[in-house]
């Protein structure tokens, strides 16, 4: 496992909120792509703190990994994936 520091700034309706975190990522994932991995560490990161901001209108300002990866543009277009609709109804 590799350990990741990830700083995100958001603008949740009009207030910024700047968080650090520290984080493990698999060491396959890291290897093969390390930014699309911690991007999408941060993604997940991101929702949850948009659910503890009770899902209010957020935008994403600046997201970087160890103080010099900025991957913001590549988690502006992590889109999460929805179930298959496999329902009978």
């Avoid at 698999?26 to 703190?49: P, S, T």
């Avoid at 957020?58 to 609709?85: A, G, Y």
Wanted: net charge negative; with cysteine.
């Amino acid at each position: 496992m590799m350990k990741v520091h990830i700083e995100i700034n958001l603008n949740v309706e009009g207030s910024i909120s700047a968080s650090r975190a520290s984080f493990y990522v698999k060491d396959k994932d890291f290897n093969k792509d390390a930014d699309w991995a911690v991007g999408i560490i941060a993604y997940e990161w991101i929702q949850q703190r948009w659910r503890e901001f009770g899902c209010r209108k957020m935008i994403i300002h600046k997201v970087v990994w160890d103080e010099q990866h900025d991957i913001t543009d590549l988690v502006r277009q992590i889109e999460p994936i929805d179930p298959p609709d496999d329902l009978p109804f």
